[in-house]
């Protein structure tokens, strides 16, 4: 499985969660997710996401998206 299929179909306790995942990819992975529901602006989903992932354990507040984008 690809990365972004990763992203596209499993929640962030999936992702979290995968075995065949190094750290670093789960890291990546959850960070873009966090990113996506932060410009989407749904607050609820934002804490959801936040409370799911332990927070910064696996979200990378620093992290640009492909397109070079910061949260």
């Known amino acids: 499985m690809e990365h972004s299929e990763y992203s596209d179909f499993l929640t962030e306790a999936d992702i979290i ?42 979200v990378d507040i620093d992290y640009r998206d492909d397109q070079g984008r910061q949260l």
Do not use: I
């Open 17 to 58: 969660a995968a075995p065949k995942l190094s750290n670093d990819k789960k890291r990546e992975l959850v960070s873009q997710s966090f990113a996506r529901t932060a410009s989407n602006g749904d607050v609820n989903a934002l804490e959801r996401v936040w409370e799911t992932c332990r927070g910064s354990q696996w």
